[in-house]
T-cell receptor, first 111, second 114 residues
């Protein structure tokens, strides 16, 4: 059974600071998907990475996929209160059994 | 298309009662998934449909749970004889194809069993 570990579990920083959160898998990802979830809402897809070493940017968010396709990082530059939420990484598992999620990183950006 | 729609958003029920949730996926998506999320955890897979066929069920889906997707459109998830441990957020998602490149989730139904 694949295990996804996310760190840190909780992170609270001031507006304007930079941060990085991590996702590590016990096995190679089929495709790695990052989601953000706000309280009382469903997860919203941020990005999908597939190729080892891949880097994707989404405005102030930078996603890196490890060369061995077993780890990933999400870096946020100049964090804003609107970035507050639960950041989840997930593996598509090749399409069977749906997504496997990590427990997420709870991020709070204080004004 | 306004995305994946779930109803109701919140449900409070007494232990032992039956509840039913509805999910309307994005119309052109052929796959529909149900997940459960408890406090402090990521979503956990329950079951999925490709069109009207239920193709996979998790061990989490006890015999008190049943899901249907008649005609390959909307889906319902029923929980019979609810228990306090069933309290959770129930999320529906849909995808076009295998979901390899991502899923679209609904806003979920928050179930509280008292």
């Amino acid at each position: 059974t694949q295990l996804l570990e996310q760190s840190p579990q909780f992170l609270s920083i001031q507006e304007g600071e930079n941060l990085t959160v991590y996702c590590n898998s016990s096995s190679v990802f089929s495709s790695l998907q990052w989601y953000r979830q706000e309280p009382g809402e469903g997860p919203v897809l941020l990005v999908t990475v597939v190729t080892g070493g891949e880097v994707k940017k989404l405005k102030r968010l930078t996603f890196q996929f490890g060369d061995a396709r077993k780890d990933s990082s999400l870096h946020i530059t100049a964090a804003q209160p609107g970035d507050t939420g639960l950041y989840l990484c997930a593996d598509s598992g090749g399409g069977a059994d749906g997504l496997t999620f990590g427990k997420g990183t709870h991020l709070i950006i204080q004004p | 298309d306004t995305g994946v729609s779930q109803n109701p958003r919140h449900k409070i029920t007494k232990r032992g009662q039956n509840v039913t949730f509805r999910c309307d996926p994005i119309s052109e998506h052929n796959r529909l998934y149900w997940y459960r999320q408890t406090l402090g955890q990521g979503p956990e897979f329950l079951t999925y449909f490709q069109n009207e066929a239920q193709l996979e069920k998790s061990r989490l889906l006890s015999d008190r749970f049943s899901a249907e997707r008649p005609k390959g459109s909307f889906s319902t998830l029923e929980i019979q004889r609810t228990e306090q441990g069933d309290s959770a957020m129930y999320l529906c998602a849909s995808s076009l194809g295998s979901g390899f490149y991502g899923y679209t989730f609904g806003s979920g139904t928050r179930l509280t069993v008292v």
